[in-house]
Each structure stands twice: as structure tokens, then as C-alpha cells.
């Protein structure tokens, strides 16, 4: 993994242990975006009047390969936080409704829903999922615990934020199908991670990042809904796309809604392609498992530190490269900044309920000595800032 550390335009000062928060773009992918940019300001009417609809199509067509699905079901939007937004607006959501979810859901999200819920009188249901988890099948039976007759949409991460653990979203999905409840999957930390199939999922909407662990330039994410379903979203910007002519129309009232909002810059859903290309000229597969296995490795480390089990088996796959050890209650603001500021490095520090964590993302261009690093670092530490 060390040959791919010369690709990133990372502070080399920095050991950067935080890919899950915004990503990381590698150089080719970064200059691919850049020349973008030049071709929309050399001709912007040109580019954005008459061009971008096409580019655009062939840039969601190797997404659509990517993910195993028909491009004509995806569209893109800034982010996964937009994606929650259309679809909560959307949903014709009433009184005694309930969305039920988990409490390791995203923060952002979360108030989403508590904002549409709050309007309309529905409720946002968290079923508790307890660390530590011993197996998939745990999570499931807990999780459809929370299933009541009042039950329209399940909502669920398919990697969660704060703790990083992998759900069984395949298995919920498959459950929620029988007992026709809508599924929303947040796929924001998935694409690039772990392999993504949209048709062996089958949720009925997703949406996800293209910026993070895809490895594309910010800005750049999906959102995904199975065709019977796209009559049912709305605009979360009402623009040109609400009443199309036959000279504007991409021919998908889904895409013309939601493609063009006004003025923008595109350029990021324009790189995907090459970020694509980048992973598989670089044997992503392979990386990816150097990665998770660096990554238990680290999450060993930290837990024989501090004397305290892992939270997950850490020869399962609830985790991949992003994962959480587990920390003895201290103050995280002083830990964090004495990290960042003594140290170099750069990794949240995660307080959930009543647990305290750090969570490590390894991406291709971390190395056993970063790992070995924040061991140290956090050895020195932690007796200082107990809480």
C-alpha cells in the first residue's frame, strides 16, 4: 500500500487516519477534475446549455455498471445529506406514520427526519442495536423488534458513522419486502468499501457517496430509487426539469427533476468514471483487504492497550476499512487536540451514548506505521485526560 501513498495530495506531515469524514481524492482523479473545470469556463454556455445532459449520462452509465444497476435509475446529487432531504420531503408521510431506524444513525440525517416528522405529526423511531454485537443475525432480530403495524419506511445505514459497523441491510431489506414496508438505505461510507450491488440489495431507495471511499472529488454523490418508485419523488428544487420541453428532456422525469437546479458546478459527477477507473487500474480488491487487515490489526492493538474487548468479532465482516476500538471514559476534546497538536494525527474521537471510541479509517494509503503511531500516541494520553 505504500506505492499508493505517492498518488494522494495528503499533508505528508499529517498521519491521516480520517478518510471516513470527507474522503480523499488521488492525484489522477483530482487532475481529471481540474480539466473539467477548464472545459466548463473556456465555454460555460456550451458546457452547461448543451453538453452536460450527455456527459452526464455517460458519466451515471459507469456508475450504473459500478453498482449494478440501470443508470437511468440513478441521478446525482452534492451529497448523501441532500439524498435524505428529497427523499424525507418526498415520502407523503402522515400522522402516527413511523420511520424506524437505529440509534448509530447520522447525526444530519437524523435531523432530517425529526424535521419532516415534527411538520406532519409521524414518528422517528430509534430500536437500540447494543455494542458490543456478536453476529448479523443479532442485529437483525433486534433490529425488527422495533417493526409495529405502524411501520411505513425503514431507514437504516449500511455503514453506520459513529461506530462504523457493517449492517445486515441485505437481510432487513428481504424482511421488509415481505411485510411491504418501504426501505431507504444510507449508503453514504459503502461504495469503494465494500462491493455495492443495488440489485442484489433490492432496498427501494438508497443513496450514497461518490467522495468518500470512491475516492472522487467532493461534491459527487448518488441517489438511487427502483423505477416503480420514481413517481412518488419531488423536486427538493423546483427548476426547469418540472416542465421539460422536448428539446430538455433527458426522457426521465426522475433525472429531469433532480439533474439540474441551476447554476452549479458539475464537474465532480463528470470524474467519476475516472475515479472507477483509478481503483481498478490499482487492484482495489486487494487493497481493500490489506486495508481491513491493517485495520484489525490497529483495533487489536488499541484494545490490548487498554485492556477492553473489541465491539465486533474482528474476524467477521461487520467491519471493513473504517472501524472503532474502544477507549476507558476521558475528556475526548483534550485527547483529540493533543493528537492533532502533539502528534499529527488526524482521527475522530467518538462519544456514543455512554461508550467512548476512536474510530480508524485505513485507506490505501496508510501504513502499519501510522497504526503503530496512534497506539503510541494514545498510550502516552490516555492517563492524562481521564475523565
Known amino acids: 500500500m505504500l506505492t499508493l501513498k505517492q498518488h494522494f495530495l495528503l499533508d505528508p506531515s499529517v498521519i491521516f487516519l480520517n478518510h ?45 455498471e459500478y453498482l449494478n444497476t440501470d443508470s437511468n435509475d440513478l441521478v446525482y446529487i452534492p451529497n448523501a445529506t441532500h439524498g435524505v432531504n428529497i427523499i424525507a420531503h418526498s415520502l407523503q408521510l402522515k400522522p402516527g406514520d413511523e420511520i424506524l431506524t437505529t440509534d448509530h444513525e447520522y447525526g444530519a440525517c437524523d435531523y432530517t427526519w425529526n424535521f419532516i416528522c415534527d411538520k406532519v405529526g409521524a414518528n422517528y423511531i430509534h430500536q437500540p442495536i447494543p455494542l458490543p454485537v456478536s453476529s448479523e443475525e443479532e442485529i437483525v432480530q433486534q433490529f425488527w423488534r422495533g417493526v409495529t403495524s405502524r411501520t411505513k419506511v425503514i431507514y437504516l445505514s449500511h455503514i453506520t458513522s459513529p461506530t462504523a459497523l457493517r449492517m445486515p441491510v441485505e437481510q432487513i431489506c428481504k424482511r421488509a419486502k415481505e411485510a411491504g414496508i418501504l426501505t431507504v438505505i444510507d449508503a453514504a461510507h459503502s461504495p469503494g468499501q465494500i462491493p455495492v450491488d443495488l440489485q442484489a440489495l433490492d432496498a427501494d431507495i438508497v443513496f450514497g457517496n461518490c467522495h468518500k471511499w470512491m475516492l472522487n472529488a467532493k461534491g459527487s454523490a448518488f441517489l438511487y430509487v427502483k423505477q416503480g418508485l420514481q413517481h412518488l419523488i419531488d423536486p427538493l428544487i423546483v427548476s426547469w426539469g418540472y416542465h421539460p420541453t422536448p428539446e430538455t428532456t433527458t426522457g426521465s422525469r426522475f433525472i429531469d427533476i433532480l439533474q439540474w437546479t441551476g447554476t452549479k458546478d458539475p464537474t465532480a459527477a463528470l470524474t467519476v468514471p475516472t475515479a472507477i477507473q483509478f481503483m481498478r487500474d490499482n487492484h482495489w480488491d486487494d487493497v481493500r483487504k490489506e486495508c481491513h487487515d491493517l485495520l484489525r490489526r490497529g483495533i487489536e492493538q488499541i484494545c490490548d492497550l487498554v485492556n477492553m474487548p473489541p465491539l465486533y468479532p474482528l474476524d467477521s465482516d461487520l467491519y471493513s476499512q473504517m472501524g472503532i476500538a474502544p477507549l476507558p471514559l476521558s475528556n475526548l476534546a483534550a485527547l483529540k487536540n493533543r493528537l492533532y497538536d502533539e502528534y499529527k494525527i488526524e482521527v475522530p474521537l467518538i462519544q456514543w451514548q455512554d461508550q467512548q471510541f476512536v474510530r480508524i479509517s485505513v485507506q490505501g494509503y496508510n501504513s502499519e506505521e501510522d497504526i503503530d503511531a496512534l497506539a503510541k500516541a494514545l498510550q502516552v494520553l490516555l492517563p492524562q485526560v481521564a475523565a
Open 20 to 64: 471516513g469524514s470527507f474522503g480523499a481524492a488521488p492525484r489522477p482523479v483530482f487532475e481529471a477534475y481540474q480539466n473539467w473545470q477548464l472545459r466548463l469556463e473556456r465555454q460555460p454556455v456550451l458546457f452547461l446549455g448543451r453538453e452536460l445532459d450527455g456527459l452526464l449520462k455517460k458519466s451515471r452509465q459507469a456508475l450504473g
